[in-house]
């Protein structure tokens, strides 16, 4: 099993290579693709997580089947994702971050945010988010240019020991990306 990319490694500042398009379904793809389902599955708060942050530096990020209601009617593969449209409307939201344990951060975002992407048979799409999925996008996309939660949070903390316990165990309801 891969282990998710703590802050300070590299490949979390580098700026993501896209998946060339007939590659999109090669082993070597589609194996990044299931190492990253494996390891978001690890994670009680894991919400999404882009493929830097198991150190592969492509340009692809997964979102957990649980946040939707309907999980087999969304897409949860993102591949060359691009914002083509986000909302001028922004909101602040608590946020965490896989790569960056155990801070948490106010981060203003676009409240909708529409991504154009590829699924992992290689068709292209585009899904409007809003509201955490919308977060997510945005903060995915981030990691995919290197950049972190961090460094446009206000109020940044550490969580208690408490809180970290509440994660682990599944029972805080706070969503790490
Ligand atoms: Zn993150």
């Known amino acids: 099993m891969k282990h998710i990319i703590q802050m300070g490694k590299k490949v979390l500042r580098n700026i993501a290579e896209e998946v060339p398009h007939n590659e999109i379904t090669s082993v070597r793809i589609q194996s990044i693709i299931q190492n990253m389902n494996d390891v978001l599955a690890t994670q009680n708060d894991g ?3 882009a493929a830097p942050q ?4 492509y340009r692809i990020f997964t979102v957990a089947p649980f946040i939707f209601d309907d999980p ?10 691009k914002i083509i449209e986000q909302s001028e409307k922004k909101k602040w939201l608590h946020e965490g971050c896989l790569s960056c344990r155990w801070k948490v951060g106010d981060v203003e975002r676009s409240v909708t945010a529409t991504v154009h992407a590829y699924d992992e048979y290689g068709k292209e799409f585009t899904q409007t988010g809003d509201g955490l999925l919308a977060h997510i996008f945005q903060h995915e996309i981030d990691h995919l240019d290197g950049i ?3 460094d446009k949070a206000q109020n940044i903390r550490d969580m208690t020991e408490e809180e970290i316990n509440d994660v682990l165990e599944g029972t805080n309801e706070q969503r790490h990306v």
């Open 72 to 81: 087999s009617d969304e897409h949860l593969i993102y591949i060359n994702p």
């Open 54 to 57: 198991i150190g592969e530096s």
């Open 47 to 49: 919400v999404a997580l």
């Open 148 to 150: 972190l939660f961090i």
